[in-house]
């Protein structure tokens, strides 16, 4: 049942390696048997049990550096380890050091081995232990068991340990003070034992085989389903993020709505404001309108009533002229006073011409302040000072036709008095002669 290898014979290492994979072997299988037996449900007190985790920790401790450490090493194998390589592990990590009653490396290695069995993750861990022969190295010799190939095979048999379950009461029960003997009778066996385990062993195969089948299957739709996990959690924070934009994006348009609305209200006053300012300005543009014609009319008038005056000037020059040619043979003083008439007639037509000319101005500016009335506010300041200089100008011209006026008098009066004294001088004018001069004085 041990075998027989003949290396085995040279080497007492390779013995004890072979010795422990059969006995692993014989403890798996009659625990899997027990199981299978008596119902999967296993219990602490249960023996064959019990033997299993004694076999394992003679092969976890087979090959350990250091006699006196080993207990040590075999803690620190096993959970820093499997924790180092497997974050998951580190759940039962924890548990181990919240049990209260454990003071022993290897009791807690023992109570390690025990919860593994019941997470049904036993096989997972070790496999990735001795997939790192780089860090095992560093507690085992070059020939122990977890470095070599039995190692492996033991790993593999413990996965059929998956089938059954475990309830193991671990926290009041003492692990430090356990003694890890093997009980050989448990396995000494008959043939009619035999047979039946063949027969056992073939049906535990096929269930094994759909038990394998069952955890890959069942780890792919794990993976499938950690995958849709997390695709649909990706859709729900970008579904978050799409509603929380919506929301600013309703809260944006709710804005410039009320904006909108009151830029409009504001659009209206002004509009109101503008047409009422448009009112007015038509209203002081059709007073300054009739103003200027009343202005203009008053001008036009004065205008022509200088201009009767000067037809009525010129008149009277020409007859005192004609009179004073028929007196210029006569006296040289009345050619005196004829010449200074004559000076005085001109500077008025001097003076006549350059009113014209201011006339014509007026006339123009007039026109022009005629054709820019619809302008701007500015330009409507303009024609008021335009306006007011044409008032100047026309003060002006009222001055001026004054002083003419004035002169017109000084010269009657002159006129007057080279009448009378031409009437002393030539005492035998003739009396046509004398009512003109008497009309000339009035």
Known sequence: MFGFCPEALRDP?????????????????????????????????YPPLQQ?????????????????????????????????????????????????????PL???RAWLRLALMQKRLADYLRLLITRKDLLSDFYENSALMLEEEGAVIVG???GLNVIDANLCVKGEDLDSQVGVIDFSMYLKNDIDD?????????????????????????????????????????EKSNSKLIEELAIAKNNIIKLQEENHQLRSEN??????????????????????????????????????????????????????????????????????M??????????????????????????????????????????????????RLEEKTNQITATMKQLEQSDKDLLSQTRTLAMSFVKCASTDTEHQYKLVKDISF
């Open 13 to 45: 290492m390779a013995m004890e390696r072979a010795n422990l994979l059969n006995m692993a072997k014989l403890s798996i299988k009659g625990l899997i048997e027990s199981a299978l037996s008596f119902g999967r449900t296993l219990d602490s007190d």
């Open 339 to 388: 010449k200074l008439l004559e000076k005085d007639i001109h500077e008025k037509q001097d003076t006549l011409i350059g009113l014209r000319h201011q006339l014509d101005d007026v006339k123009a500016i007039n026109v022009e302040m005629y054709q820019k009335m619809q302008s701007s506010d500015e330009e409507m300041k303009k024609k008021n000072d335009v306006i007011s």
């Open 52 to 104: 299993f985790f004694v076999v394992m920790e003679h092969c976890l401790k087979h090959g350990l550096r250091g006699e006196k450490d080993g207990q040590k090493c075999v803690w620190m194998c096993l959970p820093q380890l499997v924790e180092k390589l497997c974050p998951e592990a580190a759940e039962i990590s924890a548990s181990v050091r919240d049990l209260p009653g454990l003071k022993t």
């Open 107 to 109: 009791g807690r290695a």
């Open 157 to 159: 048999l413990l996965v």
């Open 268 to 337: 209206s006053l002004i509009v109101l404001k503008a047409q009422q300012h448009l009112e007015v300005a038509h209203g002081d543009v059709s007073v300054e309108r009739d103003t200027y014609k009343q202005s203009r009319q008053g001008l036009d008038e004065m205008y022509n009533e200088a201009r009767k005056q000067l037809k009525e000037e010129c008149q009277l020059r020409q007859d005192v002229e004609n009179e004073l040619v028929v007196q210029v043979s006569m006296k040289q003083e009345m050619e005196l006073a």
């Open 195 to 235: 047979y039946r385990s063949e027969e056992r062993n073939s049906q535990i195969a096929s269930i094994l085989d759909q038990k394998n089948y069952v955890e890959e299957l069942n780890r792919q739709l794990n993976s499938t389903v950690h995958g849709l996990q997390g695709r649909v959690d990706s859709l």
